[in-house]
């Protein structure tokens, strides 16, 4: 009992902490549109220079494995939380 009242206190004060860290911080968070520009580039030498044609099927199997992982991950978390025996 004491133990379990002493890692939620530890918890809660760690908590704290990260909260009172993350508040004070000052972010910045403006953009300019330079960034685009370079992305534009990028993205027009790497079309240029990767044939994407031949390289399509390979995105899509990986992005599609990929998915399918995640699909199964969640199902699985979702059967654990709630059991469904029949």
Same mark, same amino acid.
């Given at each position: 009992?004491?133990?379990?009242i002493?890692?939620c ?12 860290v993350?508040t +004070?911080? #000052? !972010? ?7 960034y685009?520009h370079?992305?534009? @580039? $990028?993205?027009y030498l ?6 994407f044609?031949?390289l ?7 992005? +599609?494995? #990929? !998915? ?5 991950s969640?199902i699985?978390?979702?059967w654990? @939380? $709630?059991?469904l025996?029949?």
């Open positions: 009992m004491i133990e379990t002493f890692r206190i530890i918890i809660f004060l760690l908590i704290v902490v990260i909260m009172t993350i +004070s911080a #000052t !972010v910045s968070f403006n953009l300019g549109t330079d685009m370079a992305l534009t @580039i $990028f993205l790497c079309y240029k220079f990767f044939p044609q031949k399509l099927p390979l995105i899509v199997c990986s992005i +599609s494995f #990929t !998915v399918f992982k995640i699909t199964v969640l699985k978390a979702v654990e @939380i $709630f059991p025996r029949g």
